[in-house]
């Protein structure tokens, strides 16, 4: 088995971003406002589908047992299973979404940027339904409260992964390929 240093250590550069931009958070009531969707887009769109589900579900690992990366510095199983673990399980779906379809469909500006609309509504799909049944609202009110107040945010972050990625791509080169 051939191991690629170059592409093991974006990948744990990509873990630690992802990291930290979960601890820059504006708490709001129900779901925090972080960045971390902004590291799952970079991440997905920069690396195959492959490094992008292993940087992704390492991070959701390493919060289960317990180190504090969650959003706010929150770690464990218990914030898994409670109203945010939706958003966090999500995050899966959302990186195969992008990285997947970037591979298939091509490394572009404009795909770049409706990959990541996809990836990030789906996200906030599968929290608001979470967050549906685990406070036992209605869908409508899990969107309202859930994926609404999201919207503006998210298209900020799309518009700032296609920066951030574009430029990267040209040195990184792992999705491009």
């Keep these: 088995m051939h191991i690629n240093s170059r592409r093991l250590t974006f990948d744990a550069v990509m873990l630690v971003l992802l990291i930290i931009c979960s601890q820059l958070s504006i708490p709001l009531p129900g779901v925090p406002l972080t960045l971390q969707t902004f590291a799952v887009g970079l991440i997905a769109t920069l690396l195959p589908v492959t490094d992008t589900l292993i940087v992704i579900a390492l991070y ?40 997947a379809l970037l591979q298939w469909r091509g490394f ?10 996809l990836g990030a509504a789906v996200q906030l799909l599968v929290g608001s339904a979470w967050l549906m049944a685990f406070n036992h609202i209605t869908f409508i009110h ?28 040209k040195v990184v080169s792992f999705q491009t390929k």
């Design 108 to 117: 572009s500006r404009l795909n770049i940027m409706w990959t990541n609309l």
């Design 60 to 99: 959701i690992v390493l919060g289960g047992l317990g180190l504090p990366v969650f959003a706010n510095y929150t770690a464990g199983l218990g914030v898994i299973y409670s109203a945010m673990g939706g958003y966090i399980i999500g995050f899966l779906l959302e990186g195969l979404i992008i990285s």
């Design 142 to 169: 899990a969107l309202l409260i859930g994926f609404v107040p999201f919207i503006i945010p998210g298209l900020i972050k799309i518009y700032l992964i296609y920066l951030v990625a574009w430029r990267l791509a």
